[in-house]
């Protein structure tokens, strides 16, 4: 099966508009480096806004 949509279409699928192939085949693509390099930056980021709140609220008491 190809997985590519022709030109008309638009190429985002909602997941209930695939195929359960297809979503077999997405689910066992690794992330892209793209989404683990803001998956770690957001992470980071979450952990150091705790620990700056912790923080503030400890001052504070």
């Known amino acids: 099966m190809d997985l ?3 030109p008309h279409e638009r190429e985002w699928r909602h ?4 195929s359960a192939e297809h979503r077999i ?3 066992a693509e690794p992330p892209s480096r793209r ?3 803001s998956a ?3 992470g980071v980021i ?6 700056v ?3 503030i609220v400890s001052a504070m008491g």
Do not use: D, G, H
């Not at 997941?15 to 695939?18: L, Q, R, Y």
């Open 35 to 37: 989404l683990r390099i």
């Open 40 to 42: 770690l930056i957001t």
């Open 15 to 18: 997941p209930a508009e695939i």
């Open 4 to 6: 590519v949509p022709p």
């Open 25 to 27: 085949v997405f689910a």
């Open 46 to 51: 979450a952990v150091t806004a705790a620990v």
């Open 53 to 55: 709140a912790a923080v």
